[in-house]
Nanobody
Framework: QVQLVESGGGLVQAGGSLRLSCAASGRTFSNYAMGWFRRAPGKEREFVCAFNWSGGSTRYADSVKGRFTISRDNAKNTVYLQMVSLKPEDTAVYYC???????????????WGQGTQVTVSS
């Protein structure tokens, strides 16, 4: 059974940093793309970033480029989202997802985590 479990969310002041983790289990993800999405209150789900687990391509939304970094720890089968210079508009539930290829479309991903709340106060 595939599981993606996010952690690391919380409350932070504007300008602060957080690191989200996504622990993946239940299958081999070496041929998968891993992505982060977010959903802010009253808004649609939004692509944040994604990369191929095997390395190579990485893609970021313009809104987070230069502030967010996606990375992985192969030994721990864990994907990270390092977020710096956080803004109140980054407030959202953040979701980890796995799919066959990098895509900004959520429907392209097969597996999803339960989400972790990030709140940035002004």
């Amino acid at each position: 059974q595939v599981q993606l479990v996010e952690s690391g969310g919380g409350l932070v002041q504007a300008g602060g940093s957080l690191r989200l983790s996504c622990a993946a289990s239940g299958r081999t993800f070496s041929n998968y793309a891993m992505g982060w999405f977010r959903r802010a209150p009253g808004k649609e789900r939004e692509f944040v970033c994604a990369f191929n687990w095997s390395g190579g391509s990485t893609r970021y939304a313009d809104s987070v480029k230069g502030r967010f970094t996606i990375s992985r720890d192969n030994a721990k089968n864990t994907v990270y989202l390092q977020m710096v210079s956080l803004k109140p508009e980054d407030t959202a539930v953040y979701y980890c997802a796995a799919g066959p290829r990098i895509s900004i479309m959520g429907r392209s991903y097969d597996y999803w985590g339960q989400g972790t709340q990030v709140t940035v106060s002004s």
